[in-house]
Nanobody, 125 residues
């Protein structure tokens, strides 16, 4: 059974940091690409970052490049999104998602078939 559970969201001041975690079903990271997406109120869902199952290659959106880093720990069945220098415009519900269709991950949400429930990130003073 494919399961993804996000955690780590919360309220943080501008310039602060958070680390999001996405715990997945056992062995998923060997076969599934994992992506992080976010959706702010009134806005379309945006691909933030992703990591490919086959070689660990990553993609990061220009809007967060240099501030966000994706990583994975296969032993813990967990993918992380480390976020630094947070801005108010980073406020959104963050979701992790999985697909095993493509060789490499992407930031296109339509490629992902399995989704977590989301975790709220609010950046505000």
């Amino acid at each position: 059974q494919v399961q993804l559970v996000e955690s780590g969201g919360g309220l943080v001041q501008p310039g602060g940091s958070l680390r999001l975690s996405c715990v997945v079903s056992r062995f998923m990271l060997d076969y599934y690409n994992i992506g992080w997406f976010r959706q702010a109120p009134g806005k379309e869902r945006e691909g933030v970052s992703c990591i490919s199952s086959n070689d660990g290659s990553t993609y990061t959106a220009d809007s967060v490049k240099g501030r966000f880093t994706i990583s994975r720990d296969n032993a813990k069945n967990t993918v992380y999104l480390q976020m630094h220098s947070l801005k108010p415009e980073d406020t959104a519900v963050y979701y992790c998602a999985a697909n095993n269709v493509h060789l490499y991950c992407s930031g296109y949400d339509y490629e992902y078939h399995h989704w977590g429930q989301g975790t709220q990130v609010t950046v505000s003073s």
